[in-house]
């Protein structure tokens, strides 16, 4: 029989070690749970670095193509960076090799950089490949900045044999026979380039150059009201037309490239014909079709509804 003393020790330890066990208990359920957050937080971060690394490197392999990597450089010339553009166009050709496309880029590039000997050399070796058109083209763009329009005529008219649906090509050749003086082929073209392609301010501007040069004003002005062009682009259209017929040089801002070179032409002033990158003109309002257009008097091609805008080509 225990005596009171050892009994009461005997309880004291039973609540020490049934507190102890409980306290141990709690600490091993926490435990697990606070292991189980971070077991899950853990994977769910794995998770997230392996999707991430996923479409790192869908997105690296989707750039990592002949045609994609084209395309990022057309892009680029697209948004006047031309100098870095050559820069792509040297890692393009390291890693697939020149081919016509590259040589086409690198041509433009070479033009629009002021490399006009570079330039034409890219250009000729298109003649040849499935890309002759464009090197006709470069070809004749150069030599409209020579100022030799009579040989860009000849060398554009090469080009559009092979794309004659190419509305800027068609703009560029009637721009270069009005220059070279062959006032009366240049409304074919034209009048092809406005129709193909409505909102194309280089066919605009050539286009009205045209009229204002056949003394057809009134045509002119209804072109570029309805087109809302700005009052000093209307004003330099109509004084290069007087310097037309005059036979007098064209002002830079409406002649091959312009002073501040091809495409980068502001708002305010004419954009440089025969040049690849068509001007921003701010426009608004819906698009035009050819079907608006009646080819078989300028008048009529020139008219539109009157709740049509135009809407400028970037």
């Keep these: 029989m225990k005596t009171p003393a050892i009994f ?8 020490v070690l049934i507190c102890t066990a409980t306290a141990l208990a709690a600490v091993a359920i926490t435990g697990c749970g606070a292991l189980k957050d971070q077991y899950a937080a853990s994977a769910d971060a794995q998770q997230r670095a392996a999707a991430e690394a996923a479409s790192d490197t869908k997105a690296s392999a989707a750039v990592n193509t002949k045609a994609t990597y ?20 040297d890692a393009l050709e390291q890693r697939w090799g020149i081919s016509p496309e590259s040589t086409r880029v690198r041509a433009d590039a070479l033009r629009q950089t002021g490399q006009a000997a570079l330039s034409e050399a890219a250009y000729k070796r298109l003649v040849g490949t499935p890309l002759e058109s464009a090197g006709y083209r470069g070809l004749g763009l150069l030599a409209g900045a020579r100022g030799s329009y ?6 554009l008219k090469q080009a559009q044999r092979q794309t004659p649906t190419d509305a800027l090509l068609l703009s560029d050749l009637g721009y270069a026979n009005l220059r070279a003086g062959q006032i009366a082929d240049a409304r074919l073209p034209l009048m092809q380039a406005l129709q193909l392609s409505p909102n194309n301010t280089q066919a605009q501007a050539n286009l009205a150059l045209y009229l204002e040069v056949t003394d057809q004003g009134e045509q002119a002005a209804k072109l570029m009201e309805t087109n809302r062009m700005p009052a000093t682009s209307r004003a330099a259209i109509r004084d290069a037309a007087q310097q037309l017929r005059a036979g007098g040089p064209i ?33 608004t309002g819906g698009m035009r079709t050819a079907s608006q257009l009646n080819p078989s008097v300028a008048d009529a091609a020139l008219s539109r509804s009157s709740n049509s805008t135009s809407q400028g080509t970037p």
Excluded: C, Y
């Excluded at 009579?150 to 060398?155: D, G, I, K, P, R």
């Design 150 to 155: 009579a040989e860009a005529v000849q060398l």
């Design 251 to 283: 002002p830079p801002a409406v002649g091959t490239g312009g002073t501040g070179g091809p495409g980068l032409a502001r708002e305010d002033v004419v954009p440089p014909p025969l040049m690849l990158k068509a001007s921003r003109w701010s426009g």
């Design 8 to 15: 009461m020790w005997s309880r004291h330890i039973s609540r």
């Design 70 to 89: 084209l395309n990022l450089v057309d892009q680029m010339q697209k948004e006047g960076l031309w100098f870095a553009s050559l820069a792509h166009i």
